[in-house]
């Protein structure tokens, strides 16, 4: 069977990968920690899954809008200027079947064939995949640990072409668990002001950030860019409902009409119910939000307590997200391994830890580590990791 040459492009997740074996071994009678999953091990608060069996019982089980229902698409408006101080109108809010089909449409509204897409590593996975899914070219702008992995303005200038269409910028981040101050946000914003490139700003673990940290959208801290900015949200994280589906994308009308056609056909639109429950999760549930919030903020610091006592291996604090992505370079000579995969293989088969190798964000000298996992299974966990380490030290 002949398959396109841009399916036979794309790589299979990785994340979903490891995060498979695990589920096999454990399967198997093996007892796996995981540290590799994406998403929180929290239960959708009780108030959205009501309200979407009400949803259910009422009839609302029929198409929807494309672009998404309108009382939702309100909220969303609504929420974007009380929290974020955005002001987008309801039709400038397409609502999507999560934060990843808003980022996969954006870059397909925007990105032709042979336009640049400028993305700083570490990275998300998906977003390289879904250049190539549209044809667009990816410049990988690599960052370094002393700068918290965030992308400084000097790097950002050299790697602009003509051909830059779109920078993708995401804080709090995937895997690097950092978030970009407003002053590091407007420095950026300032190198592009010479351009025409437009910002995707991926903000879905806007709820999840630790210790002092001030979460800003980035067309609320540069709004000079606001024109020129596609801000991405959705309902995955903050609210634990990974398997409903529910993001969205707010931006210029032109851009949101561009997306909101191109949904049409692919999708219809998101589910019906589901919306509901999201409309439901933005009204009712700020006290779940919080409860998760404090709860991951404290596993936050036990796992990089943890990871700061390891030899040799060196990690940034999250404060945002809920990911820590040490680098553990320095043992890969000591293990006799080649990078990141083989080091995550060696530590599943050994040591019965999954983690994510860094390779797949884009830094081969890291891997990621989830805390979407309770204390115990953190303490577990690290003390796997240490006592399989010391084997080789
Ligand atoms: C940075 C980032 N953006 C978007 C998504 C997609 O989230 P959703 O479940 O809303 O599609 C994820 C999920 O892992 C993510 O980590």
């Known amino acids: 069977m002949k398959i396109s040459r841009t399916a036979n492009s794309v790589d299979k997740s990785?994340?979903?990968?490891?995060?498979?074996?695990?589920?096999?071994m454990s399967a198997a009678g093996l007892d796996i920690i995981s540290f590799s999953v994406g998403e929180p091990d929290f239960a959708t608060p009780p108030s959205i899954v009501e309200s979407a069996h009400t949803a259910l019982t009422q009839g609302q089980t029929k198409y929807g809008p494309a672009g998404g229902i309108p009382s939702l698409r309100q909220a969303i408006s609504d929420k974007l200027l009380r929290e974020n101080n955005l002001r987008y109108t309801p039709e400038q809010v397409v609502v999507t079947v999560g934060a990843k089909q808003a980022c996969y449409e954006a870059i397909h509204a925007l990105i032709d064939p042979g336009d640049e897409v400028l993305i700083p590593a570490p990275y998300w996975v998906s977003y390289p995949q879904m250049v190539k899914l549209v044809g667009g070219l990816c410049r990988v702008i690599p960052t370094h640990q002393n700068d918290n992995y965030k992308l400084k303005p000097d790097a950002l200038a050299a790697a602009i072409t003509k051909r830059s269409r779109m920078l993708i910028l995401n804080s709090p981040n995937n895997?690097?668990?950092?978030?970009?101050?407003?002053?590091?946000?407007?420095?950026?914003?300032?190198?592009?002001?010479?351009?025409?490139?437009?910002?995707?700003?991926?903000?879905?673990?806007?709820?999840?950030i630790y210790q002092d940290t001030v979460f800003s959208s980035f067309?609320?801290?540069?709004?000079?860019?606001?024109?020129?900015?596609?801000?991405i949200n959705g309902f995955s994280k903050s609210y634990a409902m990974t398997g409903w589906r529910i993001g969205y994308v707010a931006a210029p009308i032109e851009i949101?009409?561009?997306?909101?056609?191109?949904?049409?056909?692919?999708?219809?639109?998101?589910?019906?119910?589901?919306?509901?429950?999201?409309?439901?999760?933005?009204?009712?549930?700020?006290?779940?939000?919080?409860?998760?919030?404090?709860?991951?903020a404290q596993r936050a610091a036990l796992i990089h307590q943890r990871l700061t006592n390891l030899p040799?291996?060196?990690?940034?604090?999250?404060?945002?997200?809920?990911?820590?992505?040490?680098?553990?370079s320095l043992w890969y000579q000591r293990l006799g391994v080649a990078g990141s995969v083989d080091f995550c293989q060696r530590l599943l088969t050994e040591a019965h830890v999954a983690c994510v190798p860094g390779t797949a964000f884009g830094c081969d000298n890291n891997i990621r580590l989830s805390f979407a996992a309770d204390i115990k299974q953190i303490e577990t966990g690290m003390d796997r990791?240490?006592?399989?380490?010391?084997?080789?030290?």
């Open 219 to 231: 067309a609320a801290a540069a709004p000079e860019m606001f024109e020129r900015t596609i801000t």
């Open 175 to 208: 895997p690097g668990g950092f978030c970009y101050t407003p002053q590091e946000l407007r420095a950026l914003a300032q190198v592009l002001k010479q351009t025409d490139i437009v910002v995707l700003s991926d903000e879905v673990y806007e709820k999840l």
């Open 312 to 328: 040799d291996v060196t990690s940034v604090p999250p404060t945002g997200a809920f990911y820590v992505f040490p680098d553990v």
């Open 256 to 296: 949101a009409q561009a997306i909101e056609r191109l949904q049409s056909h692919m999708t219809t639109g998101p589910t019906t119910f589901c919306q509901i429950a999201a409309l439901t999760a933005l009204q009712n549930t700020a006290e779940d939000v919080e409860q998760m919030r404090q709860a991951f």
């Open 385 to 393: 990791i240490k006592t399989w380490l010391a084997k080789y030290a």
């Open 14 to 24: 990785m994340t979903m990968a490891i995060t498979a074996r695990a589920a096999e």
